[in-house]
């Protein structure tokens, strides 16, 4: 089945540092990637939404020049973190859809466990 | 207003027993999707099942079934022959259109736990 990959898997850094996530589509190319963050107990909220070769879309409240996102190919999308502070610590989670058009549910990446100090 | 609706934070069912799920949800769109992911505590999201607006038949998928009703706009997950490997949280999400765009909206999920 398709696969997505997201790395890594555990941040864990000082304030202030610009953190990078990567997520990768390894068997399928993805034209839209969405960008999730999760508080512990709680659901998914979806951050922005990852179009290749465009500007992300972001979702109300989430600050662009704070999380910064580039999808510059079909098989790859990045979250960067800037400057974070520890109100950031997190879960983010990427997911990808593929090109065909039709049914296709989400492909999860396992997630990142960002912790800032 | 909310999209999707998880009435149980949750669940408790005995090894071996079915569990049912309960998910409402609320769209003007006459094309949607429904899914159901399981998150163990590891965090990835699996993906379960899913159900199209227009799909007749109720999905099946192995031990997961997804009770659709349309007019009530309810999708619940059903789950035969509990295993302990299901303890995990469950969420129901939709898929709708939005600005040329499909976005995905997730409830608060069901954490469920199997009981030997």
């Known amino acids: 089945g398709a696969v997505v990959s997201q790395h890594p898997s555990r941040v864990i850094c000082k304030s202030g540092t610009s953190v990078k996530i990567e997520c990768r589509s390894l068997?399928?190319?993805?034209?839209?990637m969405f960008w999730y963050r999760q508080f512990p107990k709680q659901s998914l909220m979806l951050m922005a939404t990852?179009?290749?070769?465009?500007?992300?879309?972001?979702e109300q409240g989430v600050e662009k020049d704070k999380f910064l996102i580039n999808h510059a190919s079909l098989t790859l999308s990045t979250l960067t973190v800037t400057s974070a502070h520890p109100e950031d610590s997190s879960f983010y989670i990427c997911?990808?859809?593929?090109?065909?058009?039709?049914?296709?549910?989400?492909?999860f990446g396992d997630g990142t466990r960002l912790s800032i100090l | 207003a909310q999209k999707i609706t998880q009435t149980q934070p949750g669940m408790f069912v005995q090894e071996k027993e079915a569990v049912t799920l309960d998910c409402t949800y609320d769209?003007?769109?006459?094309?949607?999707?429904l899914f159901w992911y399981k998150q163990p505590s590891s965090g990835e999201m699996i993906f379960l099942i899913y159900?199209?607006?227009?799909?007749?038949q109720n999905a099946t998928e192995g031990r997961y079934s997804l009770n659709f009703q349309k007019a009530r706009k309810s999708a619940n997950l059903v789950i035969s022959a509990s295993q302990l490997g299901d303890s995990a949280m469950y969420f129901c999400?939709?898929?709708?259109?939005?600005?040329?765009?499909?976005?995905?909206?997730f409830g608060t999920g069901t954490r469920l736990k199997v009981l030997a």
């Open positions: 159900q199209g607006s227009y799909d007749e």
């Open positions: 068997d399928f190319q993805a034209t839209t």
């Open positions: 997911s990808a859809r593929g090109l065909e058009a039709g049914y296709q549910p989400q492909h």
């Open positions: 990852s179009n290749e070769g465009s500007k992300a879309t972001y």
């Open positions: 999400a939709m898929r709708e259109r939005t600005s040329g765009t499909y976005k995905y909206i």
């Open positions: 769209t003007s769109d006459q094309s949607y999707g």
